[in-house]
């Protein structure tokens, strides 16, 4: 076992591998209850999630709504802006809470002083030192020209987002890029850079291809999170 770990329970998964530094535990402990269930242990600190995921809790807990993404007025400003959504609750106390949402798989995701990029109706929680925010990372649109804006988490903690059906974590190196469905993208981590890439061909004209009008290319060194089902996408309707 991992020293950094002191609950049996909170065992490393893949999602924890990215090379970084060893983790050092926040006060508040985050653990999984099957796949699809958070428990997040705290002792008088606080932690995000998203609105209206709790299920259950023990102890003494208070639940607050932050605007903006937790990020306050100038975060609710850009995010109106750029039309990333992200309704966010701050929940401080001594017990434990239960979080959830949709029956939606969970994953933990441990940064060490590294920047998460997550689409924000994936994230479930994060540590309250976490910082979070909205970025402009390309062309999602296609045809349409539509930015792509994503939400971002950085610093040293624990983050747990949600995929739709278990996640795949896929590695990017300069040798091998990466292209991903824009609807299967969940988040990825690490020193990356994005481009829109068409995928049309003679076949997809005739309607023999894929069906996948776009791809989001990943080139660098790092992690990419896809899931195993395709949200609506512009991109991929052209």
Known sequence: MHKGWADPLCTPTLLSLYPGPRYLRAVATFRLQGSRVLAVTMTGD???AKNGSMVAYDGQMAFKKMSGGGEGLRGMVTRRLTGEQMEVMEVRGQGTCWFADRASEINLVHLHGEKLWVEASNLLCADAGL??????TGLRGGA???GLF???VEGT???AIMSDGPATVLRVTPQYPLSVDPGAYVAHQGNLQQHLQSGVTFRTLLGEG???AFQIRFEGDGL???QPSER???GGDV
């Open 232 to 234: 609506n996408t512009v």
């Open 210 to 212: 894929g069906g996948e």
């Open 46 to 48: 606080a932690v995000k």
């Open 224 to 226: 990419v999170y896809v």
């Open 150 to 152: 994503t939400t971002t």
């Open 131 to 136: 910082r979070t925010g909205t970025t402009f």
């Open 157 to 159: 903690g624990q983050a």
């Open 144 to 146: 349409s020209g539509n």
